[in-house]
């Protein structure tokens, strides 16, 4: 389970994953492109799943150019399926949606028992992280990018107790991004759900009081356990969150002086740490994609934003009962784009499997006002 213990990749192509998580990536894309093939009937992609699909194959056509020369054949096979596994899993979550709502309900029910396994993974993780004194998981991301997914499953009780779970697992990984995108993503879909749908102001403000007890007795814990996240919450301002106000300028600077063909067709995988003079990576999907990836590889994933945000108010409109979490969806996407990564690492075919069940049937089911 190396994809879920480790932030980032080798710049240099070599292969740290275990065989075991080699055959199962390969044994998941096979299955999905399998299924797909005999499911084809069931394929209407509109602009989110042909951009995705664009963004995808570059990525992954990149990260086989950038390895080195001297990595073994396997290594040509196995990195570039993190990026294929984002379009397999999202064609294979669009046919099961596709086919009836019980087996998307049933689909995303049964996340929850990923949830666990990630959840287990991660606290495995956050115990070695805390002998060594380095609690910064972004392990955490791979339980946040399923919590999605889950909340569309018809049983509350599994939405509330998934909810708990990844707040838990956020909150302890000091993961300021995280908790910052949670929030966030927590207040839209409270937002849109009672205030937009069912005009319940009350129920919103009950649950900014809720957030504001649960701050109030995080901050109480917090003290007893040395005031860790309240500090690294305080020193947004005097770090520029660990230093992303002087990555985004260093990153942007390496983009103005760049050559014209590589501003075009970009630098490639992962090129902004191989490049940048702070060995960081840009901690900006945004200028990650226009460095890495170039003018070719940047446009599609614009009018992937773009066509999220739109599908989203459609959905608002249409008063689609899943407006709600694809409000919260959206904004953990954007939110985590814009001061750490989203598409440029593995958990970011977790973020796939939702689009991919949130797409058909858009209008089928409606909420009542």
């Known amino acids: 389970m190396s994809m879920l213990t480790t932030e980032h990749t080798s710049i240099l192509g070599e292969n ?5 998580l080699k055959i199962l990536t390969g044994f998941l894309i096979i ?11 069931y394929l209407k992609w509109n602009r989110i799943g042909k951009t995705l699909l664009l963004v995808s194959i570059y990525m992954a056509v990149w990260r086989v150019i950038s390895l080195s020369p001297t990595v073994g054949l396997l290594s040509y096979i196995y990195h570039p399926m993190r990026d294929i596994l984002i379009i397999a899993l999202f064609t294979f979550s669009y046919i099961i949606a596709s ?3 019980e087996l998307s309900n049933f689909y995303s029910t049964g996340m929850f028992i990923a949830l666990l396994i990630t959840a287990f993974y991660y606290y495995k993780n956050w115990s070695f992280a805390n002998e060594i004194d380095q609690a910064h998981l972004g392990t955490a991301y791979y339980a946040l990018f399923l919590l999605p997914t889950i909340l ?5 009780w599994l939405r509330y107790v998934s909810t708990i779970i990844v707040g838990i697992i956020i909150l302890s990984s000091f993961k300021r991004g995280g908790l910052i995108a949670l929030v966030l993503g927590l207040v839209t879909y409270f ?6 749908f069912q005009k319940k102001f009350g129920k919103l403000i009950w649950f900014i009081v809720i957030l504001v007890v649960l701050f109030i007795m995080l901050m109480i814990a917090d003290n007893a356990m040395g005031n860790v996240l309240s500090t690294r919450l305080a020193n947004i301002s005097e770090d520029g969150g660990s230093g992303r106000d ?4 260093a990153t942007w600077y390496m983009i103005k002086t760049t050559l014209d063909e590589q501003i075009i067709f970009g630098h490639g995988f992962n090129a902004v740490l191989r490049d940048s003079p702070l060995g960081l990576s840009a901690h900006n999907d ?3 994609m226009l460095y890495d990836y170039g003018i070719v590889g940047f446009i599609p994933y614009l009018v992937l934003h773009f066509s999220l945000i739109k599908y989203l108010f459609r959905a608002i409109k249409a008063h689609d009962k899943r407006s709600p979490v694809i409000a919260f969806a959206y904004v953990m996407f954007f939110v985590l784009s814009m001061i750490s990564h ?3 690492y593995p958990w970011s075919a977790l973020m796939a499997i939702f689009w991919g069940i949130m797409l058909p049937s858009q209008t089928n089911v409606i909420i009542e006002k």
């Open 342 to 344: 989203v598409i440029v």
């Open 31 to 41: 299955f999905a492109c399998g299924y797909s093939i005999i499911n084809t009937q």
């Open 16 to 20: 740290k994953d275990s065989m075991l």
């Open 246 to 249: 002087q990555v985004w300028k």
């Open 286 to 288: 945004f200028l990650e």
């Open 191 to 196: 937002f849109v759900k009672e205030v937009l």
């Open 152 to 156: 569309l499953t018809p049983s509350k």
């Open 99 to 101: 086919k009836s709502e």
